[in-house]
Structures are given as C-alpha cells and as structure tokens.
C-alpha cells in the first residue's frame, strides 16, 4: 500500500471502528480480568479483526500491537517527558494513518 494512500478501509469506517472498539473493550482472556492496557486492548481488537477475516488468519498480532504501541509511545513520552508542564502534546500530522498503512499493507516489495 502506497503511504499516500491512507489508513486502509478496515481501520478508517466508522460501522468496523465503532464495533472494533466494542470488542477491544471486552474481557479479551476470558478469565474475568478485562484487558490490562493499551497492549493487550489493541491485541483484542486485532485478534477479534483476525477471527472476522479481515486480518490475515497467519498475521502475528502481538507483534503488529507491540509495533503500533511502540511507534505512538516513541512519539508521545519524549514530548511528555521533555516538554514544559501544560504544554500541549502533539504527533506529526497523519502519524496514525501512516503506521496503520504500514502494519497493514506491510513494507515488502510487491514483485
């Protein structure tokens, strides 16, 4: 997926936003504990993508959410953490649509 393309259709319609945040908020381990954090509440939403078939069955999952928690904590703590008190934190205009387009479209050639 080119990166001028934005952020693919499954991550941007608000009908599968709306339902990705209903299941992402659901108990993702079954076990009467609801998810832990950002981590786990991305992996759930991922892994419930997975089981509707719009992720693919094979994709690691853990590893898109640690990428994608990853990238938005390197943007976001350095500008909390370095930044006068009450100053307003900000990310690069376009941040997330840009890493969706990666983590789903993937950076392989396409030959």
């Given at each position: 997926m080119p990166p001028s393309a934005g952020p693919p259709p499954l991550l941007t319609h608000p009908a599968r936003r709306a339902s990705g945040q209903r299941r992402a908020a659901s108990n993702p381990r079954g076990s009467g504990?609801?998810?832990r954090?950002?981590?786990d509440i991305l992996t759930a939403y991922l892994r419930?993508?997975?089981r509707l078939g719009w992720l693919d069955?094979?994709?690691d999952v853990d590893a898109a959410?640690?990428?994608i928690v990853g990238a938005m904590h390197g943007q976001v703590l350095p500008?909390?953490?370095f930044s006068?008190?009450?100053?307003?934190?900000t990310i690069p205009a376009g941040l997330a649509g840009r890493l969706a387009g990666v983590v789903v479209g993937g950076i392989a050639s396409a030959r």
């Open positions: 504990a609801g998810p954090g950002l981590p419930a993508e997975q069955a094979a994709a959410a640690t990428l500008r909390v953490l006068p008190p009450g100053a307003p934190v």
